[in-house]
């Protein structure tokens, strides 16, 4: 019996592959980072070729650093950033245009006239989603409608759809030559095409955005055999078994199986899962309902998801556009340059805003500026920012569910800033929880592919493998809490109503 799994995490800036052993210990890594294309304001790019010759090779080096082989492995989980679309030609492989990527707000205009007369809840009660720029079936339609020659060619049965999941996938698996064209119920309940109960796509939806059938994948459970990889990859052979997005994939890796049970992820942008098991809630706090895993032919399991479209990347842009930092752990070292943040805020709405208050029209804000702030404050304000963020996404969970949530278990690169994680716990007065892997995500992808080749047997076998590392405790008067609150609040209503037919 082999004794690991691997797992391909397929992220935003960057594509891993992980080595897990049973007990959930990485054995070894590789990683690269692919190119941020930026082509106009909103409109965020990948190159899906790179993407893919990105993943071939983190796979070689994560194999050779452990100085491993494919006879070593049971199986391959996939995860990926989730709502990014690629099309591409099922002849060729060819993909007609570069990968949209979640954050790219230019489908607002298609968003705007598919919810004229109806509102952007126009399909909730169904797929959970409302209608925004962040999800993929808003990406095909803007492919088929503004790439040359692809509308014909889509309609014509030569095009396919996929998430980098899909992508990713499909190749492996031998691409034009009898690739799987297949994704999970987790990333299909991401493009605003699935039926949230019968978990297939809704013909009435596709033909309303415009979108073929026959480019769509194959929805199936989160832990199968999908296929092998393709006789000339060095896992050939290998058992494709597990496809969870990236967010329920971290949610699994951090052992939250149950309702009530959640999770947030501190990466390019945060997202806080909570758990609902087999019920279905649909938030009216600005939540989404998304699916949380399905394991073979067990029954399907639902979560609500808040989004916050921008976090770690704010401390990239600081990094990248500003220069104030020249690597993302310094933003630690300049906050604490400074004694508190001097009154400033910093609505990072880049994208608009996501959760839980979905206003495209919103955009960056620094408010608060006298001429005493500086960069200290700044940094700190962007810090605070990733906090505030997530107590208001954690207030909706509460009146959404009417649960008390006990202690917040976190990951993701973020997760190593202390100051960002103290002031968590402050602003939320519940225990911050560090795991000993926060590699989450892909040890989420593992799991699910070693719970279908029976490399593990079963749920209480893998929360059995969670173990804490770290435990920040709120200490903050409640009455600064809430001074915070009140100015981040106030923050946040000054960068909404920006964007207008002039900008
Ligand atoms: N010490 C730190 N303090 C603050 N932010 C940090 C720190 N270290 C890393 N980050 C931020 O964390 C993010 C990386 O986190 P993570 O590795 O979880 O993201 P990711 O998984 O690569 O994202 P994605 O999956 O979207 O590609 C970066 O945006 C970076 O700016
Ligand atoms: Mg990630």
Redesign the pocket.
Known sequence: MPDYILAI?Q????SRAIIFDRTGNIVSTGQKEHEQILPRPGWVEHDPMEIWKNVQEVIGIALSRADLTRHHLSGIGITN?RETTVVWDRTTGEPVYNAIVWQDTRTQPIVDRLAKDHGTDRFKSIVGLPLATYFAGTKIAWILENVDGVRERADSGALLFGTTDTWVLWNLTGGSHGGVHVTDVTNASRTLFMDLDTLEWRDDILEEFGVPRSMMPEIRSSSEIYGHAKDSSLLRETPIAGILG?QQAATFGQAAFDAGESKN?????NFVIFQTGEEKVLSSDGLLTTIGYKLGDEPVTYALEGSIAV???L??WL?DQLGIIRS??E??TLAASVDDNGGVYLVPAFSGLFAPYWRPDARGAIVGLTRFANKGHIARAA?EAVAFQTRDVLDAVGSDTSLDLGELRV????V??DT?MQFQADLLGVPVVRPVITET?ALGAAYAAGLATGFWSDLDELRANWREDERWEPSMDSKEVNRLMRQWRKAVTKSMDWVDDDV
């Open positions: 995490d992220g935003t800036t960057s950033q990236d992820t501190y990466g390019t942008g976090t770690g990347s401390i990239q990094r993302a752990p933003v630690e810090l990951d993701g690169g973020m190593q800033n960002l995500t």
